[in-house]
Protein backbone atom coordinates (compact mmCIF):
# COMPACT_ATOMS: atom_id res chain seq x y z
CA UNK A 1 0.00 0.00 0.00
CA UNK A 2 1.30 3.48 -0.95
CA UNK A 3 2.43 5.85 1.71
CA UNK A 4 0.41 8.86 2.57
CA UNK A 5 3.53 10.86 1.19
CA UNK A 6 4.36 8.71 -1.81
CA UNK A 7 -0.03 9.84 -2.91
CA UNK A 8 1.02 13.54 -2.44
CA UNK A 9 4.39 13.32 -4.25
CA UNK A 10 1.80 11.87 -6.79
CA UNK A 11 -0.34 14.56 -6.78
CA UNK A 12 1.92 17.05 -7.10
CA UNK A 13 3.35 15.93 -10.22
CA UNK A 14 0.25 15.13 -11.84
CA UNK A 15 -0.68 18.97 -10.95
CA UNK A 16 2.79 20.00 -12.52
CA UNK A 17 2.23 18.23 -15.94
CA UNK A 18 -0.99 20.86 -15.97
CA UNK A 19 1.11 23.63 -15.08
CA UNK A 20 0.83 26.02 -18.50
CA UNK A 21 3.86 27.10 -20.57
CA UNK A 22 4.89 31.13 -21.49
CA UNK A 23 1.80 32.21 -23.30
CA UNK A 24 -1.17 29.84 -21.81
CA UNK A 25 -3.60 31.00 -19.51
CA UNK A 26 -2.72 29.43 -15.80
CA UNK A 27 -5.55 26.97 -14.56
CA UNK A 28 -5.46 28.60 -11.26
CA UNK A 29 -3.15 30.36 -9.24
CA UNK A 30 -3.21 32.89 -5.83
CA UNK A 31 -5.01 35.46 -8.70
CA UNK A 32 -7.15 34.77 -11.61
CA UNK A 33 -5.72 34.99 -14.98
CA UNK A 34 -5.73 38.83 -16.62
CA UNK A 35 -8.67 39.18 -19.04
CA UNK A 36 -9.41 41.88 -21.17
CA UNK A 37 -10.31 45.03 -20.04
CA UNK A 38 -14.41 45.50 -20.54
CA UNK A 39 -13.55 48.72 -22.53
CA UNK A 40 -12.49 46.23 -25.24
CA UNK A 41 -14.88 46.14 -28.16
CA UNK A 42 -13.04 43.96 -30.45
CA UNK A 43 -10.34 41.46 -30.07
CA UNK A 44 -7.55 39.40 -31.48
CA UNK A 45 -10.71 37.98 -33.48
CA UNK A 46 -10.99 41.32 -35.06
CA UNK A 47 -8.71 40.94 -38.13
CA UNK A 48 -10.28 44.23 -39.44
CA UNK A 49 -9.79 46.66 -36.67
CA UNK A 50 -9.36 50.06 -37.66
CA UNK A 51 -6.82 52.85 -36.25
CA UNK A 52 -8.09 54.32 -32.93
CA UNK A 53 -8.67 57.76 -33.19
CA UNK A 54 -10.00 60.31 -30.17
CA UNK A 55 -13.15 59.21 -30.48
CA UNK A 56 -13.02 55.30 -29.99
CA UNK A 57 -12.62 53.27 -26.82
CA UNK A 58 -9.28 51.39 -26.35
CA UNK A 59 -9.05 47.70 -26.88
CA UNK A 60 -6.43 46.50 -23.64
CA UNK A 61 -5.10 44.34 -21.85
CA UNK A 62 -3.77 43.37 -18.25
CA UNK A 63 -6.26 45.24 -15.82
CA UNK A 64 -9.75 45.75 -16.33
CA UNK A 65 -9.77 49.30 -14.19
CA UNK A 66 -6.66 51.34 -16.05
CA UNK A 67 -5.93 55.13 -17.90
CA UNK A 68 -7.49 57.06 -14.68
CA UNK A 69 -6.18 60.57 -14.03
CA UNK A 70 -7.93 63.07 -11.90
CA UNK A 71 -6.68 65.95 -13.13
CA UNK A 72 -6.87 67.26 -16.63
CA UNK A 73 -3.88 67.65 -19.13
CA UNK A 74 -3.58 71.58 -20.34
CA UNK A 75 -0.19 71.19 -21.08
CA UNK A 76 3.30 73.13 -19.45
CA UNK A 77 6.43 71.58 -18.55
CA UNK A 78 6.11 70.55 -14.89
CA UNK A 79 3.40 67.90 -14.70
CA UNK A 80 1.42 68.78 -11.80
CA UNK A 81 0.76 66.08 -8.71
CA UNK A 82 -1.25 63.29 -9.80
CA UNK A 83 -1.58 64.26 -12.98
CA UNK A 84 0.25 61.45 -14.24
CA UNK A 85 -0.48 58.27 -11.62
CA UNK A 86 1.41 55.35 -13.90
CA UNK A 87 4.66 57.30 -14.14
CA UNK A 88 7.40 55.57 -11.77
CA UNK A 89 10.88 55.94 -11.14
CA UNK A 90 12.80 52.98 -11.87
CA UNK A 91 15.63 52.77 -9.36
CA UNK A 92 19.42 50.68 -9.10
CA UNK A 93 21.00 50.90 -5.78
CA UNK A 94 18.29 54.19 -4.97
CA UNK A 95 19.34 56.26 -7.90
CA UNK A 96 17.13 56.77 -10.85
CA UNK A 97 18.25 55.30 -14.16
CA UNK A 98 14.84 55.15 -16.23
CA UNK A 99 11.09 55.76 -16.55
CA UNK A 100 8.95 53.03 -16.25
CA UNK A 101 5.14 52.55 -15.79
CA UNK A 102 2.69 50.68 -13.57
CA UNK A 103 0.44 48.41 -15.56
CA UNK A 104 -0.98 46.33 -12.82
CA UNK A 105 -0.99 46.24 -9.36
CA UNK A 106 2.44 44.49 -8.58
CA UNK A 107 3.79 44.62 -12.47
CA UNK A 108 5.89 48.06 -14.46
CA UNK A 109 6.78 48.20 -17.75
CA UNK A 110 9.95 50.07 -19.01
CA UNK A 111 12.65 49.86 -21.88
CA UNK A 112 14.93 46.73 -21.89
CA UNK A 113 18.13 48.68 -22.27
CA UNK A 114 17.74 50.60 -18.89
CA UNK A 115 18.48 46.80 -17.44
CA UNK A 116 22.04 46.30 -17.00
CA UNK A 117 21.70 43.76 -14.22
CA UNK A 118 19.00 41.64 -12.74
CA UNK A 119 19.95 42.63 -9.12
CA UNK A 120 19.02 45.68 -6.55
CA UNK A 121 16.77 47.28 -8.24
CA UNK A 122 13.49 49.45 -6.98
CA UNK A 123 10.26 51.54 -8.20
CA UNK A 124 9.59 54.81 -6.75
CA UNK A 125 5.97 55.77 -7.46
CA UNK A 126 3.17 58.27 -6.25
CA UNK A 127 5.11 61.32 -6.09
CA UNK A 128 6.14 63.90 -9.09
CA UNK A 129 9.84 64.80 -7.61
CA UNK A 130 12.59 61.90 -8.32
CA UNK A 131 13.81 62.63 -5.09
CA UNK A 132 11.37 63.88 -2.16
CA UNK A 133 9.21 61.00 -0.74
CA UNK A 134 6.06 63.27 -0.09
CA UNK A 135 3.23 60.98 -1.32
CA UNK A 136 5.25 57.97 -3.09
CA UNK A 137 6.41 54.68 -1.87
CA UNK A 138 9.57 52.71 -3.30
CA UNK A 139 9.14 48.92 -3.66
CA UNK A 140 11.80 46.55 -4.44
CA UNK A 141 11.66 44.48 -7.68
CA UNK A 142 11.34 41.11 -7.23
CA UNK A 143 12.10 40.20 -11.05
CA UNK A 144 13.41 41.63 -13.62
CA UNK A 145 12.18 39.83 -17.00
CA UNK A 146 13.79 41.24 -20.39
CA UNK A 147 12.52 40.25 -23.79
CA UNK A 148 14.18 37.98 -25.24
CA UNK A 149 14.89 39.24 -28.78
CA UNK A 150 16.20 42.47 -27.26
CA UNK A 151 19.22 43.67 -29.50
CA UNK A 152 21.44 46.73 -30.12
CA UNK A 153 22.61 45.49 -32.90
CA UNK A 154 22.76 48.19 -35.54
CA UNK A 155 19.74 49.58 -34.08
CA UNK A 156 17.22 48.93 -30.75
CA UNK A 157 14.96 46.23 -31.13
CA UNK A 158 12.36 44.65 -28.84
CA UNK A 159 13.39 47.24 -26.39
CA UNK A 160 11.11 46.07 -23.27
CA UNK A 161 11.11 44.77 -20.32
CA UNK A 162 8.87 44.31 -17.20
CA UNK A 163 9.61 43.90 -13.67
CA UNK A 164 7.86 42.18 -11.25
CA UNK A 165 7.31 44.26 -7.81
CA UNK A 166 8.02 42.31 -4.56
CA UNK A 167 4.44 43.16 -3.38
CA UNK A 168 1.40 44.78 -4.43
CA UNK A 169 0.78 48.44 -4.13
CA UNK A 170 -2.53 50.36 -3.06
CA UNK A 171 -3.95 52.36 -5.38
CA UNK A 172 -4.54 56.02 -5.00
CA UNK A 173 -5.06 59.38 -6.88
CA UNK A 174 -1.24 59.43 -7.34
CA UNK A 175 -0.83 55.69 -8.11
CA UNK A 176 -2.44 54.25 -10.95
CA UNK A 177 -1.94 52.23 -13.51
CA UNK A 178 -1.80 53.13 -16.90
CA UNK A 179 -4.03 51.03 -20.04
CA UNK A 180 -2.08 48.37 -22.06
CA UNK A 181 -3.92 47.98 -25.39
CA UNK A 182 -4.37 44.70 -27.53
CA UNK A 183 -2.20 43.75 -30.48
CA UNK A 184 -4.89 44.65 -32.87
CA UNK A 185 -4.67 48.82 -31.48
CA UNK A 186 -3.59 51.24 -33.76
CA UNK A 187 -3.16 54.13 -33.48
CA UNK A 188 -3.32 57.28 -36.11
CA UNK A 189 -0.50 59.77 -37.39
CA UNK A 190 -1.11 62.86 -35.98
CA UNK A 191 -2.30 61.60 -32.42
CA UNK A 192 -1.32 64.26 -29.79
CA UNK A 193 -0.15 62.15 -27.02
CA UNK A 194 2.01 63.29 -23.85
CA UNK A 195 5.71 61.73 -23.32
CA UNK A 196 6.42 62.28 -19.21
CA UNK A 197 10.09 61.58 -17.15
CA UNK A 198 13.00 63.10 -15.33
CA UNK A 199 15.05 63.49 -18.44
CA UNK A 200 17.88 65.55 -19.18
CA UNK A 201 16.77 68.70 -18.02
CA UNK A 202 17.61 71.63 -15.65
CA UNK A 203 14.77 71.37 -14.06
CA UNK A 204 15.07 67.57 -13.74
CA UNK A 205 14.00 67.36 -9.76
CA UNK A 206 10.34 67.48 -10.84
CA UNK A 207 8.40 65.53 -13.48
CA UNK A 208 7.81 66.75 -17.33
CA UNK A 209 5.75 66.42 -19.97
CA UNK A 210 5.92 66.79 -23.18
CA UNK A 211 3.47 66.68 -26.43
CA UNK A 212 4.21 64.97 -29.46
CA UNK A 213 2.18 63.76 -32.47
CA UNK A 214 2.49 60.11 -33.24
CA UNK A 215 4.45 59.18 -36.58
CA UNK A 216 3.80 55.90 -38.23
CA UNK A 217 6.82 52.99 -38.69
CA UNK A 218 6.46 53.43 -42.36
CA UNK A 219 6.71 57.19 -42.72
CA UNK A 220 9.25 57.59 -39.59
CA UNK A 221 11.18 54.87 -41.47
CA UNK A 222 11.61 57.19 -44.46
CA UNK A 223 12.51 60.57 -42.34
CA UNK A 224 15.04 58.60 -40.63
CA UNK A 225 16.54 56.57 -43.71
CA UNK A 226 16.64 60.43 -45.08
CA UNK A 227 18.16 61.44 -41.88
CA UNK A 228 21.01 59.08 -41.74
CA UNK A 229 21.52 58.99 -45.26
CA UNK A 230 20.72 55.13 -45.61
CA UNK A 231 18.37 52.57 -46.92
CA UNK A 232 18.31 50.08 -44.44
CA UNK A 233 15.25 49.38 -42.43
CA UNK A 234 15.91 51.82 -39.54
CA UNK A 235 12.20 51.57 -37.82
CA UNK A 236 11.57 48.15 -37.26
CA UNK A 237 8.61 46.19 -36.42
CA UNK A 238 7.11 46.71 -32.99
CA UNK A 239 8.72 50.58 -33.28
CA UNK A 240 6.56 53.59 -33.44
CA UNK A 241 7.89 57.36 -33.02
CA UNK A 242 6.70 61.04 -32.11
CA UNK A 243 7.61 64.20 -32.62
CA UNK A 244 6.95 67.96 -30.61
CA UNK A 245 9.07 70.44 -32.65
CA UNK A 246 12.21 71.70 -32.00
CA UNK A 247 13.49 71.45 -28.16
CA UNK A 248 10.04 69.27 -27.32
CA UNK A 249 11.27 65.37 -27.22
CA UNK A 250 12.50 63.00 -24.68
CA UNK A 251 15.91 62.49 -23.62
CA UNK A 252 18.49 60.69 -21.14
CA UNK A 253 16.51 59.57 -17.94
CA UNK A 254 13.49 59.54 -19.86
CA UNK A 255 14.07 55.92 -21.09
CA UNK A 256 11.61 53.43 -20.17
CA UNK A 257 8.67 56.16 -19.77
CA UNK A 258 5.49 55.64 -21.30
CA UNK A 259 4.16 57.57 -24.38
CA UNK A 260 0.43 58.03 -23.06
CA UNK A 261 -2.68 58.59 -24.87
CA UNK A 262 -6.47 59.96 -24.53
CA UNK A 263 -9.00 58.17 -25.85
CA UNK A 264 -12.52 59.38 -24.35
CA UNK A 265 -11.22 60.12 -20.60
CA UNK A 266 -9.64 57.03 -20.61
CA UNK A 267 -5.14 57.12 -21.38
CA UNK A 268 -3.71 54.29 -22.96
CA UNK A 269 0.04 53.42 -23.21
CA UNK A 270 1.04 53.73 -26.67
CA UNK A 271 4.91 53.94 -26.46
CA UNK A 272 7.84 53.59 -24.39
CA UNK A 273 10.51 55.82 -24.52
CA UNK A 274 13.65 53.66 -26.48
CA UNK A 275 16.45 55.95 -28.35
CA UNK A 276 17.14 58.80 -30.95
CA UNK A 277 19.25 60.72 -32.87
CA UNK A 278 20.35 63.39 -29.68
CA UNK A 279 17.40 65.02 -27.36
CA UNK A 280 15.16 67.91 -29.58
CA UNK A 281 16.42 68.42 -32.81
CA UNK A 282 14.55 69.92 -35.35
CA UNK A 283 13.14 67.15 -37.86
CA UNK A 284 14.28 64.44 -35.83
CA UNK A 285 11.69 62.20 -34.00
CA UNK A 286 11.97 60.37 -30.68
CA UNK A 287 11.54 56.26 -31.17
CA UNK A 288 9.12 54.73 -28.82
CA UNK A 289 8.76 50.73 -28.58
CA UNK A 290 5.04 50.08 -29.65
CA UNK A 291 3.93 48.53 -27.03
CA UNK A 292 0.48 47.04 -27.92
CA UNK A 293 2.99 44.84 -30.60
CA UNK A 294 4.09 43.41 -27.32
CA UNK A 295 0.70 43.14 -25.37
CA UNK A 296 0.63 39.37 -26.06
CA UNK A 297 4.26 38.65 -24.56
CA UNK A 298 3.43 40.83 -21.54
CA UNK A 299 0.21 38.89 -21.14
CA UNK A 300 2.07 35.52 -21.10
CA UNK A 301 4.94 36.52 -18.88
CA UNK A 302 2.54 38.11 -16.06
CA UNK A 303 0.46 35.00 -16.46
CA UNK A 304 2.93 32.30 -16.40
CA UNK A 305 4.42 34.49 -13.38
CA UNK A 306 1.08 33.85 -11.84
CA UNK A 307 0.90 29.92 -11.72
CA UNK A 308 4.59 29.21 -10.97
CA UNK A 309 3.77 31.19 -7.42
CA UNK A 310 0.55 28.59 -7.27
CA UNK A 311 3.10 25.49 -7.88
CA UNK A 312 5.43 26.76 -5.28
CA UNK A 313 2.45 27.67 -2.50
CA UNK A 314 1.61 23.33 -3.76
CA UNK A 315 5.05 22.62 -2.46
CA UNK A 316 5.28 24.00 0.43
CA UNK A 317 1.87 23.11 1.24
CA UNK A 318 2.41 19.27 0.19
CA UNK A 319 6.16 19.77 2.55
CA UNK A 320 4.45 20.45 5.64
CA UNK A 321 1.42 18.15 5.36
CA UNK A 322 3.84 14.48 4.29
CA UNK A 323 5.65 14.11 7.89
CA UNK A 324 1.84 14.48 8.94
CA UNK A 325 0.80 11.56 6.45
CA UNK A 326 3.99 9.22 7.78
CA UNK A 327 2.92 10.03 11.05
CA UNK A 328 -0.89 8.35 10.46
CA UNK A 329 0.08 5.64 8.02
CA UNK A 330 -0.15 2.40 9.84
Not at 27 to 54: F, H, I, V, Y
Not at 124 to 139: C, H, L
Request: aromatic share 8%; net charge positive; proline share 6%.
Amino acid sequence: MASAGGRSWGLLAWLLSFQPGLGQAPAGGREPPLSPSPLASGGREDPGASPASLSSSPDTVLTPVCGRSFLKIVGGVDAEEGKWPWQVSVRMNGKHVCGGSLVTSKWVVTAAHCIISRFHYSVKMGDRSIYKENTSVVVPVKKVIVHPQFATVATVQDDIAILQLLYSVNFTSNIQPICVPRETFKVEDGTKCWVTGWGKTKEGEILQEVEVSVIGREKCNKMMQTILSTTRTVIQKGMICGYGGKGKDSCQGDSGGPMACEYNDTWVQVGIVSWGLGCGREGVPGVYTGISFYSKWLVAVVNQATSLYSVVFLILFLCLVQPLGILVTP
